[in-house]
């Protein structure tokens, strides 16, 4: 089945740094991306959706200077967040969805920690 | 109005019985409804896709109401490991808030 491959799956950084999380389709093509962040005991919530080769597509509040999202490639999708802050700790997750494949595949989720 | 909502929750139930979510969703021209499961700290997993005319994959039920515009997912002969957050997905992948589900022995 499809496999999308999600990294970090943890990581603790100071505040005011930068985290890159990656996620990588590897046996299929992800034309979309979807990115979500979840806080404890929440939903998740839809940050933005990326189309390879054009710029992502930003929920309503979520700050595009500060999530960086770039899907260069049809099977690699990355998040930046930009000089994070405590509050910026959280679950994230991405999904994949191919016009091949029936559904959505997500990844692992990255779980940051901002201290 | 959220896009979608879902009942509350949390569902306490013993093994063996029958539980069913509502959901709920508020753009009359939504396609494509999901039903996914997330287990604590791990990411949704897809539980069954809901289909127009409802259907039904083993003990899981899943049906879709475009008039009264909810969908509907229920579990028969519940077991311990149906223990889990339950989440409604419509459209371009909006996630309801989860329905939590304890099943008790």
């Known amino acids: 089945g499809a496999v999308v491959s999600q990294h970090p799956s943890r990581v603790i950084c100071k505040s005011g740094t930068s985290v890159k999380i990656e996620c990588r389709s590897l046996?299929?093509?992800?034309?979309?991306m979807f990115w979500y962040r979840q806080f404890p005991k929440q939903s998740l919530m839809l940050m933005a959706t990326?189309?390879?080769?054009?710029?992502?597509?930003?929920e309503q509040g979520v700050e595009k200077d500060k999530f960086l999202i770039n899907h260069a490639s049809l099977t690699l999708s990355t998040l930046t967040v930009t000089s994070a802050h405590p509050e910026d700790s959280s679950f994230y997750i991405c999904?994949?969805?191919?016009?091949?494949?029936?559904?959505?595949?997500f990844g692992s989720g990255t779980r940051l920690t901002v201290v | 109005r959220k896009e979608v909502e879902q009942d509350p929750g949390p569902f306490n139930v013993p093994e063996g019985a029958t539980v069913a979510f509502n959901c709920t969703y508020s753009?009359?021209?939504?396609?494509?409804f999901f039903w996914y499961r997330q287990d604590c700290r791990k990411e949704p997993k897809l539980l069954m896709s809901?289909?127009?005319s409802g259907n039904e994959d083993g003990r899981f039920t899943a049906q879709l109401n475009r008039a009264s515009q909810y969908i509907s997912l229920l579990i028969r002969d519940s077991k311990l490991s149906d223990s889990a957050t339950y989440l409604c997905?419509?459209?371009?992948?909006?996630f309801g808030a989860g329905t939590r589900l304890t099943v008790k022995p």
């Open positions: 999904s994949a969805h191919t016009r091949d494949i029936y559904g959505y595949t």
């Open positions: 046996d299929f093509q992800a034309t979309t």
């Open positions: 990326s189309n390879e080769g054009s710029k992502a597509t930003y």
């Open positions: 753009n009359s021209a939504s396609q494509s």
């Open positions: 809901v289909y127009s």
């Open positions: 997905v419509v459209n371009d992948m909006r």
